[in-house]
């Protein structure tokens, strides 16, 4: 039996996004369940379409079974400092999850702890936005360049800074695809066997526009010679 649902919105490796209505309707679904929500909101500062919407404000009854997970490795590039955190209603959930937090890996240091706090009190609310904005003008470019490719193709992401790029035409061997791009055009790229979904390999463009341009176009003399 069902005990609990995983949502992960903005999506990796997809960059998908749930809309308010999709998550309305799916709360109506749980009506009179005892089924929990685990809400995996990580990058949820980096939407390109629309607002954010997270799953424990849709209604209360969503906000008493959630429990939002959440972090600021991508919102504020954190990324290595390790800071995580949950939230919610149900405070025997809580207590539980203090316990095997508490023997396991016990308090976050302090220099991170310090960082965080500008991370989550408005302070870097700028910064955020010049990297969101940042984000969507790499994100389009590099969707225009997949799709200009013979033989690749790939859907703009709402969120986060992932591409999830088909290759059906060419391999359903996500893994050797990908090791071969590394080895003979040294361009790194995730398998998208590691997500199960084969066919498929992620582009992460949470880097620089030029490095994305470079990497692309290796890619492509890499297609144009894949046997």
Do not use: H
């Not at 400092?81 to 959930?93: C, P, Q």
């Not at 526009?209 to 046997?227: A, M």
């Amino acid at each position: 039996r069902t005990k609990m649902l995983i949502l992960t919105s903005p999506s990796n490796p997809t960059g998908a996004v749930y809309s308010k209505a999709e998550l309305t309707a799916l709360a109506e679904v749980l009506k009179g369940t005892d089924i929990l929500v685990a809400s995996d909101e990580m990058y949820e500062k980096l939407i390109y379409l629309g607002e954010f919407t997270s799953a424990a404000a849709i209604s209360e009854d969503m906000y008493k079974r959630t429990i939002t997970i959440n972090g600021l490795s991508k919102s504020v590039a954190m990324t290595g400092w390790r800071f995580g955190y949950m939230a919610a209603a149900d405070t025997e959930l809580i207590s539980a999850t203090k316990k095997l937090q508490s023997q396991s890996t016990s308090n976050i240091n302090s220099i991170t702890q310090m960082a965080a706090i500008k991370g989550l009190d408005g302070s870097a609310d700028a910064d955020i936005e010049m990297m969101r904005k940042a984000f969507k003008e790499r994100r389009d470019v590099a969707v225009k360049m997949f799709n200009a490719i013979d033989g690749l193709s790939v859907l703009s992401p709402d969120g986060a800074f992932y591409l999830f790029v088909n290759i059906k035409e060419l391999s359903n061997d996500s893994l050797e695809f990908c090791k071969r791009l590394l080895e003979e055009s040294e361009v790194a790229v995730v398998p998208g066997a590691g997500f199960g979904a084969e066919g498929y390999f992620r582009f992460s463009f949470a880097t620089s526009l030029e490095n994305i341009e470079k990497g692309i176009k290796r890619i492509e003399t890499f297609v144009k010679n894949f046997k």
